[in-house]
């Protein structure tokens, strides 16, 4: 029997052979938009050598199609370098890691292609940003099809002839793959900076691979098969850094600090809701975190200080910086707190060039999420919260200070622009990489606690919410011929402060799509206090299959199911039911 995948990749081929490339180029990439926010996949599922093949095999036919590359691209001067790129902001690492690169090179013969395949980009803004390092960015045509967007690409790189094409490509980006032809780009360098996610490109064979982090580097080489990759080291413009004397604990309290988004909000056994009011009860201290958190996060973060009769004013949020780094020195932090369960990467490099001291969380699900290996041997290693509940106990201004040095002095070593350039250049007279991965600490997860991960709250924002409701209505059309009626048995079986917590339970669900369509999985529900009581779930759905006076255990089938969320949805959200028709 195939699975989806298989399905799928049917699909593509038949596509293909029929000179479908549009609707195949679109089906892939609607099929990886959604995986994109499958948290189950990350740190787990890397590469796709058929879909990487797929693509190149869309681009070569296009290839020897005439027609592909008919039109004249304008050359405004010699171009001995290119970046392909699939979407710039200014928001995240993505960007900066393409200006540390464009600076590392050194000359100005360069030009950057953005495919842009789903117009996300701020043009006017992007180009505006890039106007002080002298290079040409291209954007595809608005609002085309991929194909014509692919067809831009193939015809720029046709038309400029690159000695060398960087290509730093969103992971779900079709049109970036098919293009990198080797009649096109014949000494193409993939930057594997998504080195945590299912990523398109990781297996082009005529590609030099360059990783950044020595898991990762381990990661391509022993596990994915990738033999031409070379450790190629991440960098942050070194912009000033105060001496540590003196720096730490002004007020006699601490400032602890965390920056990112999503990464916080992913299922894992704790997080920055449960963990930070006791950060500022043990610190007496204040907290500030820089980016954008879901407004259901800072909620319930509020919440728990009002609750905890801690000051609001003790927790600041600054939702964009340009720069990091500058933030933490301008913002007096004495203690960077690296993003969990998922690590970030670029924002570690910058805390340590700032001279801030770090910890770092040994994730139990996977290395790939935890910055083991990556920051300052020094830093401050914790895999439960009471061990960096009690690290904060011991810090005093000698003990910053110190870590202010080692911070910085990693940075010095291991992550300045001249770094990159000195790796940049002899990546040009060889292909092996002075990496020993063998040295890399072994790093033990616990399978079963991460398993159990998928079952915990998720802090959707709302359109992943509208998203996770259309999840639903396949089953809508199955649970209308029930002839059984729910609500009296909640009535019958509940104590009326469970019926009325069970009548928010759309509101309050936190599953994912896997969840949904596995028959077999239980749906979680939230308290009050935003913590799972599967217990009082799982003894409703009991009571609810049993009901016909069997004691015998019954399975709970999608018609039973879907009828229990179903009349929920129908009351409270009729509005977004109406956008949708049920399945």
């Known amino acids: ?45 890397f590469a796709s050598y058929d879909l990487d ?4 095999k869309i681009g070569k036919n296009l290839l020897k199609n005439p027609v592909t590359l008919s039109d004249n691209i304008p050359i405004s001067l010699e171009c001995s370098t290119i970046f392909v790129t699939s979407e710039l ?47 040409e960015l291209k954007f595809s045509p608005p609002f085309a099809s991929l194909l014509d967007k692919l067809r831009w690409l193939m015809q720029n790189l046709a038309a400029l002839k690159p000695k060398e094409c960087y290509l730093l490509n969103h992971a779900n980006d079709p ?16 930057i594997h900076h998504c080195d945590h996610t299912l990523t398109l490109g990781i297996h082009l064979p005529h590609a030099k691979h360059l990783d950044f982090r020595l898991q990762g580097f381990n990661n391509c080489r022993n596990n994915l098969g990738i033999v031409n990759n070379v450790f190629i080291p991440l960098v942050a413009p070194d912009v000033r850094c105060l001496p540590a004397s003196g720096r730490f604990l002004p007020n006699d309290y601490l400032h602890t600090c965390t920056s990112g988004g999503y990464k916080f909000e992913i299922p894992y056994a704790f997080h920055l809701v449960s963990e930070l009011p006791k950060w500022l009860t043990i610190t007496n201290g204040i907290h500030t975190h820089i980016g954008n958190l879901s407004p259901s996060t800072i909620h319930l973060l509020r919440t728990k200080l009002s609750n905890l009769d801690i000051a609001q004013d003790r927790f600041r949020i600054i939702p964009f910086t340009n720069s990091l780094w500058s933030t933490l020195i301008e913002q007096k932090i004495d203690l960077y707190i690296d993003s969990f369960p998922v690590c970030g990467v670029r924002s570690v490099v910058e805390a340590m060039g700032a001279g801030v001291p770090t910890t ?8 790939m999420w935890s910055n083991i290996n990556f920051a300052y041997p020094e830093a401050f290693i914790w895999r439960e919260p009471s061990e960096l509940e009690q690290f904060f106990t011991t810090l005093d201004r000698a003990k910053l200070e110190q870590h202010s040095q080692f911070a910085r002095e990693y940075y010095l070593k291991h992550h300045h622009p001249d770094q990159l350039k000195t790796m940049l250049k002899e990546m040009q007279r060889s292909s092996d990489s002075k990496v020993n991965h063998e040295l890399i600490d072994f790093y033990k997860t616990d399978s079963l606690r991460a398993f159990m991960d998928q079952f915990a709250p998720i802090a959707f924002q709302p359109q992943q919410q509208k998203e996770i409701l259309s999840q639903f209505l396949a089953f809508s059309r199955a649970a209308d011929v029930i002839d059984i009626d729910l609500s009296s048995y909640l009535k019958d079986y509940l104590s009326p402060s469970d019926y009325n917590l069970f009548k928010d339970l759309v509101t309050e669900i936190r599953s994912t799509s896997h969840a949904i369509n596995n028959l077999n ?8 206090e935003g913590t799972i009581n599967v217990e009082r779930f799982t003894q409703l759905l009991y009571k609810i299959a049993t009901a016909n006076g069997s004691k015998k255990t019954s399975f709970i089938g999608p018609k039973v199911k879907a009828k229990l969320l179903y009349q929920r949805l129908k009351s409270k959200y009729n509005h977004l039911l109406q956008q949708k028709n049920p399945v």
């Not at 093949?53 to 190149?56: A, G, W």
């Not at 993505?94 to 495919?115: C, F, M, N, Q």
């Not at 049109?175 to 360098?189: N, S």
């Open 1 to 45: 029997m195939n699975n989806s995948f298989d399905l799928l990749l049917n699909e593509l081929n038949h596509l293909t052979a029929n000179d479908d490339y549009e609707s195949a180029l679109s089906l892939m990439k609607r099929w990886l938009d959604t995986l994109a926010v499958d948290y189950r996949l990350h740190g787990r599922v």
């Open 175 to 190: 049109v970036a793959i098919a293009g990198m032809q080797p009649d096109l780009v014949p000494h193409l360098k993939f």
């Open 360 to 367: 770092i969380h040994y994730n139990y699900a996977n290395a």
């Open 53 to 56: 093949q797929l693509c190149l």
């Open 89 to 135: 902001h200014l928001a995240g690492g993505h960007t900066k890691l393409l200006e540390d690169y464009i600076r590392a090179l050194g000359h100005k013969s360069i030009k950057v292609l953005v495919t842009d395949p789903t117009d996300n980009v701020d043009r006017q803004l992007i180009t505006k940003h890039f106007n002080n390092l002298e290079i």
């Open 521 to 528: 999985s239980i749906y979680p529900i939230l308290t009050n």
